[in-house]
Structures are given as C-alpha cells and as structure tokens.
C-alpha cells in the first residue's frame, strides 16, 4: 500500500544552525500533513500542519514547505537548540476520520 | 484537561498470557486511534473508531489482538495470547474529527513478552 516515508533516518546539526528534515509521500489522495515531534520516553506532540491547499505554513521557529508536484514535505527549524533533539515524524492523512499514516522518522541530533 | 491517558505505562508478561491496555481519550473528540511502535516498523496504525464504532481494524496484525471501545471516554486493546513478538509500545491517539485532523497521542505503554 501507499505509504509515507522519510529521506534519512539520523540528521546531525550545530546548535543554532537551521535544520531541515525532508519526507515524501506517495498518496496523492491526502490533503492534510502533519509534523510531529517525539522526544525519548513520550508519545508524538503536534508541531504544524498543513493542508494540501497551501505551500507553506510558518510557525514559531519552525516552516512546513508543501511541494505537491513531487510529492514532498520538509520540515524546517531555525536556530536549533539542543531541546530539538527528538525523532521527527512526518504523517498524512485522506482527511475526516482517517487514521493518520507515519514516516519511519528522522532522528536529529543537535551538535554544541 | 489532561491530555489522553494510558495505562499501564509499562507492561511485563509472559508469552501465553492475556494483556490489556486501556486509553482514556481527551474529552469531547470522537476518534480514537491505536498505534505500535517498533524500531524496524516505526508507527503502525492497528485500528481507530470514530464515534466508538471501528471503522479499520486492517492493521491489526491477527487475530490475536482485539480492540473495543464501550463508551466515548474509554478504548481497551487486548492480544491474547501474548507472544515475544508482539513487545513494543502501544500508543493511543485521539481527535475531533473536523477539518483538522490533529490528533493527541498519549504517553503510551511499554509492553515486553518475555
């Protein structure tokens, strides 16, 4: 089946550095994407989201940059401190009720 | 409100045994979401109900695992019998089901088959 899925499993950045994780998704059905953070002993916590009508969506210190040519979702976080240490997901979802469908996650790691 | 809360928090059993996992989902949304997470499979969806009646149980993985949701503040998962294969952590999610499609996920549940 379709499913969604991520580009690199580990991502290493300087502290204050931008970061960027990439996912793509191969349902051109869903029109609804998510990130989610989750740190080490904890369940996913909702960073942004974004609908398939938009290309991007800022948030505080971090962008979702929507490409529905080809396919893709990135995840951008600017002047990374170490409390962004986490495995970042990407998910999708057809909309109403459906469940949502995760990438296997990027995990990064932030350098002092 | 105190987010979604499962119990228990972690589990220890051996292979044979019935385990059951509990969720209280958020208050006032109407879907509810069971997720397995491993290292080689990531985030799986088992099974989610929308308004406590099941609406896709394709992914649960056999007929080992069953879930139930009697009312709107409550969901079970159960696997009986339990084998080394199924540890993992169960996480339960829910949402109101709206034009965002958020969803909350608990603390989860470590289970360990031994």
């Known amino acids: 089946g379709e499913s969604v899925g991520l580009h690199l499993p580990t991502l290493s950045v300087q502290e204050g550095d931008n970061s960027i994780i990439n996912c793509a998704y191969s349902?051109?059905?869903?029109?609804?994407f998510i990130w989610y953070k989750q740190e080490s002993g904890k369940g996913p916590q909702f960073i942004i989201d974004i609908r398939s009508n938009m290309d991007k969506r800022q948030g505080q210190r971090v962008t979702v940059l929507l490409n529905k040519t080809v396919k893709h979702l990135s995840l951008q976080i600017a002047a990374t401190q170490p409390g962004d240490s986490a495995v970042y997901f990407c998910a999708d979802s057809g909309g109403g009720a459906d469940g949502l469908t995760f990438g296997k996650g990027t995990h990064l790691i932030i350098q002092p | 409100d105190a987010g979604v809360i499962q119990s228990p928090r972690h589990e220890v059993t051996e292979m044979g045994q019935e385990v059951t996992l509990r969720c209280k989902p958020i208050?006032?949304?109407?879907?509810l979401f069971w997720y397995r997470q491993t290292m080689m499979r990531g985030l799986e969806l088992l099974i989610y109900?929308?308004?406590?009646?099941?609406?896709?149980d394709s992914g649960m993985p056999e007929d080992r695992f069953s879930a139930k949701m009697p009312n709107a503040s409550f969901s079970t998962l159960k696997i009986q019998p339990s084998e080394p294969r199924d540890s993992a952590v169960y996480f339960c999610?829910?949402?109101?089901?709206?034009?965002?499609?958020?969803?909350?996920f608990g603390q989860g549940t470590r289970l360990t088959v031994v």
């Open positions: 109900f929308n308004n406590n009646v099941p609406i896709d």
């Open positions: 999610a829910s949402s109101f089901t709206g034009e965002n499609t958020e969803a909350f």
């Open positions: 208050s006032g949304h109407n879907s």
């Open positions: 349902n051109s059905a869903s029109d609804y």
